[in-house]
């Protein structure tokens, strides 16, 4: 019988053969066997890319919704995302599990990998509109990786797309800033502060937008401090695997927020 013929079930609409055949210690050749923990240890990180994934598709779909000017539909997909992030949040409490001792066993064999690599969490922050070209200097230039990021850099962002939509309800958006994508990261504006200053005073419905996009805003810097108290708690301060900082580069991007008017906007309400 033909693979076109045969019928679905819940094993093949899913692929696990796939996704189940997917993880391969390499702590399995040592004399005395795979360590315990790595297993795991991998399961939780290839469960973060899926989830990371999913909030690249939801968040495309918010810029979509924003740019048909659908508000109910946007405020149901960012309320999914937030619970999206809350669960991966959720999931570090997992691999803290992990003593020191049980990733020293197999830490050596990650050779270079290290999660600075995720081409995704990059794609998020930059969908969000957190862009950096620096971050690109990680990819060879002729990689899929690289172009992936490119195309993320120069598209407008979730924040172009708020703006936009604000505009559209007559509020004064700055013409340069609706003309224009940034490839870099969002800095406060006095203008975008007035605006929202007016938003949360005179329209409930834009408020809420606002408020959740702060909520994912928070959502964001919540897994930041989360991974960092992982990390620390797994490592100390030691370098990071593929020579990274470890601990003291995912303390940087701690208190950084990804819309800082929004943040901003409560001094003066």
Request: charged content about 25%; proline content about 4%.
């Amino acid at each position: 019988m033909s693979k076109e013929n045969q019928a679905t079930n819940y094993s093949s609409y899913l692929l696990l053969e796939k996704i189940l055949n997917a993880q391969e210690p390499r702590s399995k050749s040592h004399p005395g066997g795979a360590e315990h923990d790595e297993l795991l240890f991998i399961i939780i990180h290839q469960v973060f890319e899926l989830w990371f994934k999913q909030l690249l598709h939801e968040l495309d779909f918010v810029c979509k919704q924003l740019h048909t000017g659908d508000l109910g539909r946007t405020l149901h997909v960012l309320k999914r995302v937030r619970s999206i992030i809350k669960v991966m949040v959720s999931q570090v409490d997992v691999i803290e599990t992990m003593t020191p001792l049980d990733f020293s066993a197999f830490r050596s064999r990650l050779d270079s990998a290290s999660g600075l690599q995720s081409v995704q969490f990059r794609e998020i922050e930059f969908t969000l509109g957190f862009k950096r070209e620096t971050v690109l200097r990680r990819y060879s230039p002729d990689s899929q990786e690289y172009a992936t990021l490119k195309s993320r850099l120069e598209a407008p962002s979730l924040w172009d797309a708020f703006l936009k939509f604000i505009a559209g309800r007559d509020y004064p958006v700055p013409q340069e800033m609706l003309a224009t994508v940034s490839q870099s990261e969002i800095v406060a504006s006095e203008a975008i502060i007035k605006i929202l200053e007016d938003i949360y005073h005179k329209d409930p419905k834009l408020t809420q937008l606002c408020e959740s996009l702060i909520d994912l805003d928070e959502g964001i810097q919540e897994w930041r401090y989360r991974h960092v108290k992982m990390v620390q708690r797994t490592i100390g301060m030691k370098q990071g695997t593929g020579g990274s900082d470890g601990a003291n580069y995912l303390m940087a991007s701690l208190d950084k927020p990804i819309f800082p008017d929004l943040w901003q906007v409560r001094m003066s309400l």
